[in-house]
């Protein structure tokens, strides 16, 4: 009943739903995350599409970006943000969000960023400690390698 961070693969999705796989289509994208969540699609600067589902608190976004000025072209999924709706979170979210066995939103900030360690966490991006004592995670953001 959780989500799970997978560097370099997606976002496991709770109940058995399925696995958010980067380089899926748009149509496979939504396809997994519908059968969790109501998608609704949504604009973001810069991508080919994207969507938005919300699910117990968590609101999650995905989308495929568009050609870089280099010429790479990602085809398919190619980031995933899971948030929380509050702006800043002071309690553990009611679904855990899991990377490498740690739940990211369960625990105080300080506390998750300790016990992850300095990483690597390829793909993975999470905010700095720099709030208060107590303050929880409010995202993690995830893209394809």
């Known amino acids: 009943m959780a989500f799970e961070v997978l560097p370099g693969t997606g976002l496991a999705l709770p109940r058995g739903a399925d696995v958010l796989r980067f380089g899926s289509s748009e149509r496979e994208a939504r396809w997994s995350v519908a059968t969790l969540a109501d998608v609704r699609g949504t604009w973001v600067c810069g991508t080919g599409w994207a969507f ?38 002071t309690g553990p979210s009611a679904v855990p969000v899991v990377l490498h066995g740690v739940d990211l939103f369960g625990y105080p900030a300080a506390e998750v960023l300790e016990a992850l360690g300095p990483g690597p966490h390829p793909g993975v991006t999470l905010p700095q400690a720099g709030s ?14």
């Open 132 to 145: 208060p004592t107590g303050h929880y995670l409010p995202e993690v953001r995830l893209a394809a390698l």
């Open 52 to 89: 938005t589902a919300r699910y117990e608190g968590l609101e999650l976004l995905a989308y495929r970006d568009c050609p870089d000025r280099l010429g790479h072209d990602r085809h398919g999924l190619a980031a995933v943000h899971l948030g929380r709706y509050e702006a800043e979170p």
